[in-house]
């Protein structure tokens, strides 16, 4: 065991090691604190997707309320936020619009706001569906859910 | 004494190196674990606002929306309410028949101007109508123009198996101009 302690340095006295040390650690540190924030980022962003593509399957689902045989351009367009919100559960704000790709014409959105501005993270998810328009043609409709 | 000290705090020294080159790599493997999810390459199919197989499925299922007529040496009338599908079997059956394709000129422009509808500016269809095995060359070519673009994404539909086995095809491809989509 060392008794001569005029040898031994102090913590500070070895600046170069200390500096070297500190940086070593500040990059693992900074580099964990940046990778928990991505996935963090990741999540939420999957997250609004899901609840995007939920309501779109929520609205064709609710409007075929018989099957899908059922289902109408009318029954879509009386769609009432009230329809939907349930599977928004945890989203600000979200919209749903629908618009009838052929024949080329009708549209219409049913939205819930929760905020003033558009956020910069949005959940999107679309889909073509056909739908009995005007008696007995079929139409081509597309459906597209928003959710941030 | 003052060599021992010397020798020790170049010790100190390579062992901090070390450390921090070791504190690097685990910062860089890190960083590549996680990813950058914006730098991922999708395929052509997979940056289309919807699966081809979906849109051919749903523009097939679709009624002409007007009433048409088709000139086979007798007047044929289309209601409004038929599918483009029984639009194309009839066409494919009249063709193998030995009918002219011009016949069907004014239903192939309706079929047409749907499809654009559906897919957008930034994407071009092709509808090919084949029988039995044959594929190429198709007997029915409902398009602007031939595909010209390596990236194409495709789907069929058999539409009818009583005899004759007839086959939609659906091909889309970038429009003219425009970059392969890449993320």
Same mark, same amino acid.
């Given at each position: 065991?060392?008794?001569?302690?005029?040898?031994?340095?102090?913590?500070?006295?070895?600046?170069?090691?200390?500096?070297?040390?500190?940086?070593?650690?500040?990059?693992?540190?900074?580099?964990?604190?940046?990778?928990? #924030?991505?996935?963090? #980022?990741?999540?939420?962003?999957?997250?609004?997707?899901?609840?995007?593509?939920?309501?779109?399957?929520?609205?064709?689902?609710?409007?075929?309320?018989?099957?899908?045989?059922?289902?109408?351009?009318?029954?879509?367009?009386?769609?009432?936020?009230?329809?939907?919100?349930?599977?928004?559960?945890?989203?600000?704000?979200?919209?749903?619009?629908?618009?009838?790709?052929?024949?080329?014409?009708?549209?219409?959105?049913?939205?819930?706001?929760?905020?003033?501005?558009?956020?910069? #993270?949005?959940?999107?998810?679309?889909?073509?569906?056909?739908?009995?328009?005007?008696?007995?043609?079929?139409?081509?409709?597309?459906?597209?859910?928003?959710?941030? | 004494?003052?060599?021992?000290?010397?020798?020790?705090? @170049?010790?100190?020294?390579?062992?901090?190196?070390?450390?921090? /080159?070791?504190?690097?790599?685990?910062?860089?493997?890190?960083?590549?674990?996680?990813?950058?999810?914006?730098?991922?390459?999708?395929?052509?199919?997979?940056?289309?606002?919807?699966?081809?197989?979906?849109?051919?499925?749903?523009?097939?299922? !679709?009624? *002409?929306?007007?009433?048409?007529?088709?000139?086979?040496?007798?007047? %044929?009338?289309?209601? /409004?309410?038929?599918?483009?599908?029984?639009?194309?079997?009839?066409?494919?059956?009249?063709? %193998?028949?030995? !009918?002219?394709?011009? /016949?069907?000129?004014?239903?192939?422009?309706?079929?047409?101007?749907?499809?654009?509808?559906?897919?957008?500016?930034? *994407?071009?269809?092709?509808?090919?109508?084949?029988?039995?095995?044959?594929?190429?060359?198709?007997?029915?070519?409902?398009?602007?123009?031939?595909?010209?673009?390596? @990236?194409?994404?495709?789907?069929?539909?058999? *539409?009818?198996?009583?005899?004759?086995?007839?086959?939609?095809? %659906?091909?889309?491809?970038?429009?003219?101009?425009?970059?392969? %989509?890449?993320?």
């Amino acid at each position: 065991m060392r008794t001569d302690t005029r040898g031994v340095a102090g913590f500070f006295e070895d600046l170069p090691v200390l500096l070297l040390v500190l940086a070593g650690v500040s990059s693992v540190a900074l580099t964990g604190a940046w990778c928990t #924030d991505q996935q963090a #980022d990741a999540a939420r962003q999957e997250g609004l997707s899901a609840a995007a593509e939920a309501l779109v399957r929520a609205a064709v689902l609710v409007a075929s309320d018989g099957g899908p045989s059922t289902l109408t351009v009318g029954s879509l367009f009386a769609l009432e936020p009230e329809d939907l919100e349930v599977n928004a559960a945890g989203c600000v704000g979200w919209a749903v619009v629908i618009e009838v790709l052929h024949p080329v014409g009708d549209r219409h959105e049913i939205s819930f706001d929760g905020l003033d501005d558009l956020p910069p #993270d949005l959940g999107y998810a679309c889909e073509l569906v056909n739908a009995v328009y005007e008696g007995d043609m079929t139409a081509v409709v597309e459906v597209t859910g928003v959710a941030w | 004494m003052r060599g021992e000290g010397a020798v020790s705090g @170049q010790l100190a020294l390579m062992d901090a190196l070390v450390f921090l /080159a070791v504190a690097i790599l685990v910062s860089s493997a890190m960083m590549g674990h996680v990813g950058d999810p914006a730098g991922d390459a999708l395929s052509f199919s997979d940056a289309m606002p919807h699966p081809t197989v979906d849109i051919l499925t749903v523009l097939m299922r !679709a009624s *002409l929306g007007v009433q048409m007529t088709v000139d086979l040496g007798r007047e %044929l009338a289309l209601p /409004a309410d038929t599918s483009f599908a029984e639009c194309l079997l009839l066409e494919a059956r009249a063709m %193998l028949g030995g !009918a002219d394709e011009a /016949a069907f000129g004014a239903f192939e422009a309706r079929l047409l101007d749907v499809l654009d509808s559906l897919l957008g500016p930034s *994407l071009r269809g092709h509808i090919h109508v084949s029988v039995s095995e044959d594929v190429e060359p198709p007997l029915v070519c409902i398009e602007h123009s031939p595909v010209e673009s390596l @990236q194409v994404s495709a789907a069929s539909q058999r *539409l009818s198996d009583d005899g004759v086995r007839t086959t939609a095809i %659906l091909l889309v491809e970038p429009a003219l101009g425009l970059e392969p %989509l890449r993320v």
